[in-house]
């Protein structure tokens, strides 16, 4: 059949405002989860990951929050600038042995200077 | 930084042809991956690969699809005869030790067209 394109949710930011980007996971037995970044026509590229042991871990501008009870994902950054331009997926692995990674449908950030 | 090279980066095939991606993974990883990204829709899994066996494959990664590491170094996507609807972004993904830094790295993609 055919297929239609998904129309991604889309935040808007001014340049050095603080971005919040969400996400609801699938599986209540995934205990490792990945924030990536997506530029156009690149692969995905790794920003922050988390374990299900932790519900908070900060990077160099970037805080991934992990809430198990609702399956919520949270990815801020601060001070964002315009080359944070791009789609965030989060993905989420069960036994972090190896498995397959299972992405959302990701959000597109635009920065405005 | 260590990267996932993968070629061609762009294919355009006939429908019904085979095509073959290749994918150079980081040199001391141990699993691999293909990921699939249909223009504008989120990453999907297609089949993991782990001591030369697949280790797990999704409902995508039908009897058209193989993988292979002929060589000990590259790992290959082959599409046995391509559909309109294999018309999408191919990402080789590679994973050295579970719960290592940074995590999964993917490659940079092959954009592949069937017409």
């Known amino acids: 059949g055919e297929s239609v394109g998904l129309h991604l949710p889309t935040l808007s930011v001014q340049e050095g405002d603080n971005s919040i980007i969400n996400c609801a996971y699938s599986n209540s037995a995934s205990d490792y989860f990945i924030w990536y970044k997506q530029e156009s026509g690149k692969g995905p590229q790794f920003i922050i990951d988390?374990?299900?042991?932790?519900d908070k871990r900060q990077g160099q501008r970037v805080t991934v929050l992990l809430n198990k009870t609702v399956k919520h994902l949270s990815l801020q950054i601060a001070a964002t600038q315009p080359g944070d331009s791009a789609v965030y997926f989060c993905?989420?692995?069960?036994?972090?042995?190896?498995?397959?990674?299972?992405f959302g449908q990701g959000t597109e950030l635009s920065v405005k200077p | 930084e260590p990267e996932v090279t993968q070629t061609p980066s762009h294919q355009v095939t006939q429908m019904g042809q085979e095509v073959i991606l290749r994918c150079v993974p980081i040199s001391n990883h141990l699993y691999f991956y293909w990921y699939r990204q249909i223009l504008g829709q989120k990453v999907e899994f297609l089949v993991s690969?782990?001591?030369?066996?697949?280790?797990?494959k999704s409902e995508i990664f039908d009897d058209q699809f193989s993988v292979e590491r002929p060589d000990g170094s590259n790992f290959t996507l082959k599409i046995r005869s391509t559909k309109l609807e294999d018309s999408a972004m191919y990402f080789c993904a590679t994973l050295g030790q579970p719960g290592s830094p940074y995590g999964y790295t993917f490659g940079s993609g092959t954009r592949l067209t069937v017409v």
């Open positions: 690969f782990y001591n030369n066996e697949i280790s797990e």
């Open positions: 993905a989420e692995n069960m036994n972090n042995q190896g498995g397959k990674l299972i």
């Open positions: 988390i374990r299900s042991n932790m």
